[in-house]
């Protein structure tokens, strides 16, 4: 066989083995298949199996639960069977009974008729009348036993509430005197406020209407007089002096002028520190003014800008312990003496006065009445008008809030300035030292120099027949004519 024969055999039989590997191995892959076909139908089966037992034993229990159902329906059923055999038995039970007492009451009916000789009509006329009494009667113990019980709770109720209020209320007492100290910024200024031979002071004095008053070992001057507005206007007047340092009589009088043209931004300042004091929220400008300027009015030596104060913090304070409307109850009592700081010489009162004003400011209709009802003038429409008066009554009562005899002081001074300043020609009285000086400022066109000591006499006339007093009153005219011109 030659070598090209060979090659030839042996490449055939190549080719066959090949072949019969890959015979062999497509065989043991087509039996692994079968085996895991085999396997795949193995698990669906018992899968399936698996599925049908499930469902044989829902349907077991969709069944159980179908006879449980029936079984509970039929007892309800019989349940409800007996109940309407009990009810249709109780109102047969009822009716016969209804019918036995209508039988029974119209027998007694006839032997009360027949026994008192009345008829039926009578005798359930007199009979209703019998009841009615016993039941009024019994009414009204029942009433009574329940106020004196309501009184005794409230009692305590009022005094327990009254005495949370006061307890929360931490403010200065509010009696106002009739001294103002101003610190000395130094002690240089000690003798220039007295000036030349007490110059300055007298001028002061004269000017402001105010005692001025400096002593040598003390860290203050003090400002003396009855009228508040005037020893406001003094002591702004002496702290311009200090901050300015120079101190004579025309810087006086001048700072005198500017601190009355302040007057109406003091009130501004005066009236927001109250509304904030108080917790008054949103008070109008107008109203403002006007509560600033309480700061200058006292009510038997009371401060009643602080009394208003006192009163909102009372009032809001009864209000939270009575569930009532706290804002309306502290913004009534803030503003309920707002018409003292009004003339009411066209007649009036002041709680009139006021509900009038915050009635033009807008204020609500709840507020506006319990001002005007604060002294009972009109009456409460709500519970905080109630509160406002009782808030009103707390501050004015309270140890140390009044002093009577300022009062009567204030009053004094001011009929003493009245009999001087009802003379002709008379421009300005002023009471000084107590009411021991009275200073008089005359017009100089009106009297003339020869009539000052024939005036000064009338005038200590007039104040000995209208006023009572101790010691004496000097009595001082002054008559100062001034001339200015100005050289431009």
Known sequence: MTGAELGVVLALLLTCLVALLLVQTARREAAAVRARAADDVADLRADSRRRDEESRARVDEVRALEKDLVARRARLEAAEARHQDQVLSAAGAARLASEELARRQAEVERELGSAAGLSREEALARLTDALRTQATRQAEATVRTAEASARRTADQTARRIVTAAVQRLSVPTSSAAAVTLVPLPSDDLRGRIIGREGRNIRTFEAVTGVNLLVDDDSSTVQLSSFDAERREVAHATLQMLFDDGRIHPQRIESAYALALAGSDDRAVAAGHDAAERAGVLRLPHDLVVVVGA?????????????????????????????????????????????????????????????ADLLRDAGESAEVVNAVAAHHGEVAAESVEAVLVQAADAISAARPGARRDELERYVERMERLEGVAAAHHGVVRALALASGHELRVVVEPAAVPDADLPGLAREIARDIEAALSFPGEISITVVRELRAHATAG
């Not at 309480?294 to 939270?320: I, M, N, P, W």
């Open 294 to 354: 309480l700061r200058l009015r006292t009510s038997y030596g009371q401060d009643v800008l602080e009394h208003s104060v006192e009163a909102a913090l009372v009032a809001a304070a009864l209000a939270a312990e009575l569930g009532a409307d706290v804002e309306v109850a502290r913004r009534a009592a803030f503003l309920h003496d707002i018409g003292k700081a009004r003339s009411l010489t066209a007649g009036g009162t002041h709680a009139a006065a006021g």
